[in-house]
């Protein structure tokens, strides 16, 4: 445990770091590496936080899953808008269709099973940036960081839904977190075959 957190906190200043180097990144060219050494990162605390506080506890899953399906849908509208790629387009409708659907699902659910739980309403600082790094790819690169995303994100709901899929005490959210873990795998390993299809 003492590892995953120490693995945790590293990943977390890795990041903050990345975030303050990229205004001045972008000045001199070298953005976009400093991009996907912020989107890495992100992906290593991300499985780190499902793995531990989301897998196993209502006040982890019910905000986790929430803000993988914001994340999800806001990347799924920047890829709609700038995107040429067919298999990329479809990629983020399908997305589009089964967040929204898993969303309405957690919203019904959610007060009755974690009535204390308060669903967020904006994204954190880490999928933001995610997006941000969405939003500033060239035309060259978009399909390529927002596949990679995709495989990254998708990894860590599955270890999210994963975990929390057997937790008897909230049958309705389990029982949520089991239906939607076909959804999330197709999602991933499409985008994982789009990926390496480039």
């Known amino acids: 445990m003492i590892k995953i957190i120490l693995a945790g906190a590293a990943c977390a200043a890795l990041l903050a770091a990345c975030n ?33 506080i989301g ?16 994340y999800e849908l806001e990347a799924a509208k920047i890829a709609t808008a700038k995107s040429s790629n067919a298999k ?4 983020a409708g399908m997305i589009t269709t089964d967040h929204t659907a898993s969303t309405a699902r957690l919203k019904s659910i959610a007060p009755a099973e974690a009535p204390g739980v308060a669903l967020p309403t904006t ?32 990894n860590e709901a599955l270890t999210l839904l994963n975990g929390f899929k057997d937790h008897t ?17 197709m999602h991933r390993d499409e985008s994982q075959k789009a990926l390496d299809a480039m």
Do not use: Y
């Open 55 to 70: 897998a196993n506890t209502v006040a982890g899953f019910v905000p986790a899953m929430a803000m993988s399906d914001m």
């Open 123 to 154: 994204l954190d600082e880490r999928r933001q940036g995610l997006l941000d790094n969405l939003n500033a790819a060239s035309t060259a690169d978009f399909d390529r960081v927002w596949l990679t995303q995709q495989v990254t994100a998708h």
């Open 169 to 185: 005490e909230t049958p309705g959210l389990a029982g949520l977190a089991a239906e939607v873990i076909p959804k999330v795998t």
């Open 20 to 52: 303050s180097e990229t205004a001045n990144d972008a000045a001199d060219g070298t953005g976009d590496a400093v991009n996907a050494t912020q989107d890495a990162a992100s992906g290593v605390v991300g499985q780190t936080s499902a793995a531990t």
């Open 88 to 91: 990329v387009k479809e990629l």
